[in-house]
C-alpha cells in the first residue's frame, strides 16, 4: 500500500514538472513573437534624418503692426464732457489748416452769456465801491483841513471872548467895590458881580475842556469812523473787483474754449484715430462719442519715422539684444532689414484674458519708406543668434528622459539609444556638441521605441509574475 502511495506521489510531481516546463516554454515562444512582431513594426515605419553640419540661424518670429515713433498729439482742450459733430475720417492725408474735428458749443454759448452778465454785475458793484472809497478817502481829508479846524478855531475864538469878558468883569468889580466903600453902590451890587464872574469862570473852564476833548478824543473817534468807512469801502471794492475779474475770466476761458470747439490741422500730414495706434488705449473717436479735456482726439504721425512695437514672452526677452538685425516682411512688399531699437526693462501691464503670460515691449524701428501708414500688418523676424556651421538634430528625433535628452542612431545592428549633448537651436533643429557624429542617421520616430521599450518592461513584469507560481509549485 506504501509503495502504491509512493508511485502516485512520484507521477504527480513528474507531471507536474513537464506542465511547468512546457508553460515556460510557450512563454518564451509568445515573448520572441512579441518582440520579432515589434522589430518588423519599428524596422517598417522607421524614418530616418541624415547628421549634417549646416549654417544655423536662430530667430524670434512674431506679427506686430506699424506706428510712428513720433506722433503730434491733438489734445481736446474743452473742459467737462463734449460731445464730436463732426470728425475727419481716419488715415486722410490734410493741409495746416484743414478743419478736423468739431465739438458741440451750445452749453459754451450759454456759459459765454451767463458770465458775461456776471461780469458787468461785479463791475457795477466794483465802480460803485470805487467811488465810495474815494468819496469817504476825500471826507477824512475834509475833516482834517476843514471841519476840525473850523471847530478848533471857533473853541478857541469863544474861549477869547470869555477871558476878555473875564477881564471887564473883574474890572466892574473894583469900580463897584470902590463905590461900595465910598457909599455910591450898594452891596448887593458887589455880590451880583461876584457871583457873575464866578459863573463865568466855570464857563471859562468848562470851555477850556470842550477843547481839549475834541483836539484829542473827539478827533480820534471821528477819523476812526471815517477809516473806518474808507476800509469798508476799499474792502467792497476789491471784493467786487476780484469778482468781476474772476466772472470776466470765466467769460473768456469760455469764449477761448469756443474756439476750441473748432479742432484745425496745425501741420500737413496724415490723421489718423488715436485706436489706430496699437500703443494707445482710448476709446472711439467717432461723431456723437463724448470726449474729455486732456484727452487725445487725434493723432498726426511723422512718417519718417515708423516703427514695429511687438510684445515678447518673458522667456524669450533675455536673448533679444538692440541693433540685432531683423528681417521685416509687410504684405505687398519685399521684405527688408531693420533693426531693434529698444528693449523695455518693465513687462506690459496684464491684459484681461491673457492668463499669466507676462510681456516685454520690443520695439523694432524702420528704415525710411515710401507709403508706409500706422496700423499695417508687419512680420518680424528677429535674429538673435547665427553660427556658420554646427551639428543639428531634428527637434522630432528627440526625447527628454528625466531632463536628459536622447536620440535613436540607426546601426548595423538596429537602432541604437544616444544621450545627447545640447545647446539652444531654432524652432524645427538643436544643436548637439556631444553623442551623434556627421553622416550618421538618426531615427524621426523615436516615440516607437520609447513604446516598444515600454511594452518590455511590461512583457517582463507579466513574465515574472508568471514564474512565479511555477517556482512555488515546484
Given at each position: 500500500m506504501a509503495r502504491f502511495f509512493k508511485t502516485r506521489l512520484i507521477s504527480w510531481l513528474i507531471t507536474s514538472l513537464v506542465l511547468v516546463g512546457t508553460g515556460f516554454g510557450i512563454y518564451k515562444i509568445a515573448d520572441a513573437m512579441i518582440a520579432s512582431q515589434q522589430e518588423e513594426f519599428v524596422h517598417k515605419h522607421r524614418l530616418t534624418h541624415t547628421v549634417q553640419r549646416v549654417p544655423l540661424r536662430v530667430t524670434l518670429n512674431q506679427q506686430g503692426t506699424l506706428e510712428s515713433s513720433e506722433n503730434h498729439e491733438i489734445i481736446c482742450q474743452v473742459r467737462g464732457a463734449n460731445i464730436i459733430t463732426s470728425v475727419i475720417e481716419n488715415g486722410a492725408y490734410v493741409k495746416k489748416g484743414d478743419l478736423l474735428l468739431t465739438l458741440d458749443s451750445l452749453y459754451i454759448d450759454e456759459q459765454i452769456s451767463e458770465r458775461s452778465k456776471y461780469a458787468h454785475w461785479s463791475r457795477s458793484a466794483a465802480e460803485h465801491w470805487r467811488a465810495t472809497a474815494t468819496k469817504r478817502q476825500l471826507a477824512i481829508q475834509e475833516y482834517l483841513e476843514g471841519r476840525f479846524v473850523t471847530e478848533v478855531m471857533g473853541k478857541e475864538l469863544e474861549l477869547v471872548v470869555m477871558e476878555s469878558d473875564l477881564l471887564s468883569f473883574n474890572k466892574i468889580l473894583a469900580f463897584n467895590t470902590q463905590q461900595f466903600e465910598k457909599g455910591y453902590a450898594s452891596q448887593d451890587q458887589v455880590d451880583s458881580w461876584r457871583r457873575r464872574i464866578d459863573t463865568h469862570l466855570v464857563g471859562l473852564d468848562l470851555l477850556k475842556s470842550d477843547i481839549e476833548v475834541l483836539k484829542v478824543h473827539t478827533k480820534k473817534s471821528e477819523m476812526a469812523r471815517l477809516e473806518g468807512q474808507l476800509k469798508v469801502a476799499k474792502a467792497q471794492f476789491e471784493a467786487s473787483d476780484e469778482r468781476a475779474e474772476a466772472d470776466a475770466?470765466?467769460?473768456?476761458?469760455?469764449?477761448?474754449?469756443?474756439?476750441?470747439?473748432?479742432?484745425?490741422?496745425?501741420?500737413?500730414?496724415?490723421?489718423?484715430?488715436?485706436?489706430?495706434?496699437?500703443?494707445?488705449?482710448?476709446?472711439?473717436?467717432?461723431?456723437?462719442?463724448?470726449?474729455?479735456?486732456?484727452?487725445?482726439?487725434?493723432?498726426?504721425?511723422?512718417?519718417?519715422?515708423?516703427?514695429?512695437?511687438?510684445?515678447?514672452?518673458?522667456?524669450?526677452?533675455?536673448?533679444?539684444?538692440?541693433?540685432?538685425?531683423?528681417?521685416?516682411?509687410?504684405?505687398?512688399?519685399?521684405?527688408?532689414?531693420?533693426?531693434?531699437?529698444?528693449?523695455?526693462?518693465?513687462?506690459?501691464?496684464?491684459?484681461?484674458?491673457?492668463?499669466?503670460?507676462?510681456?516685454?515691449?520690443?520695439?523694432?524701428?524702420?528704415?525710411?519708406?515710401?507709403?508706409?501708414?500706422?496700423?499695417?500688418?508687419?512680420?518680424?523676424?528677429?535674429?538673435?543668434?547665427?553660427?556658420?556651421?554646427?551639428?543639428?538634430?531634428?527637434?522630432?528625433?528627440?526625447?527628454?528622459?528625466?531632463?536628459?535628452?536622447?536620440?535613436?542612431?540607426?546601426?548595423?545592428?538596429?537602432?541604437?539609444?544616444?544621450?545627447?549633448?545640447?545647446?539652444?537651436?531654432?524652432?524645427?533643429?538643436?544643436?548637439?556638441?556631444?553623442?551623434?557624429?556627421?553622416g550618421e542617421k538618426v531615427v524621426m520616430n523615436p516615440l516607437l521605441y520609447t513604446k516598444a521599450n515600454k511594452a518590455d518592461d511590461e512583457v517582463a513584469e507579466e513574465g515574472d509574475s508568471a514564474s512565479g507560481p511555477g517556482e512555488a509549485a515546484l
Open positions: 475770466s470765466r467769460r473768456d476761458r469760455a469764449v477761448e474754449e469756443k474756439e476750441h470747439c473748432m479742432v484745425y490741422a496745425p501741420k500737413d500730414g496724415l490723421v489718423i484715430h488715436p485706436r489706430s495706434a496699437s500703443w494707445k488705449w482710448a476709446p472711439d473717436i467717432t461723431e456723437g462719442g463724448t470726449v474729455y479735456k486732456e484727452q487725445v482726439l487725434l493723432l498726426m504721425p511723422d512718417l519718417d519715422k515708423m516703427q514695429v512695437n511687438i510684445g515678447v514672452a518673458e522667456e524669450f526677452v533675455d536673448d533679444i539684444q538692440v541693433g540685432m538685425k531683423t528681417l521685416v516682411t509687410i504684405p505687398g512688399r519685399p521684405p527688408f532689414e531693420a533693426k531693434v531699437s529698444e528693449v523695455a526693462t518693465i513687462s506690459r501691464p496684464p491684459i484681461i484674458g491673457s492668463g499669466d503670460i507676462v510681456r516685454y515691449d520690443v520695439i523694432v524701428a524702420l528704415p525710411k519708406l515710401e507709403n508706409l501708414k500706422p496700423g499695417m500688418s508687419a512680420r518680424l523676424e528677429i535674429v538673435m543668434n547665427e553660427m556658420e556651421e554646427v551639428v543639428t538634430v531634428p527637434l522630432a528625433a528627440t526625447v527628454e528622459i528625466e531632463d536628459l535628452t536622447y536620440c535613436w542612431v540607426e546601426t548595423a545592428t538596429g537602432a541604437e539609444q544616444r544621450l545627447l549633448k545640447t545647446e539652444k537651436g531654432d524652432d524645427v533643429s538643436i544643436v548637439v556638441t556631444e553623442g551623434v557624429r556627421v
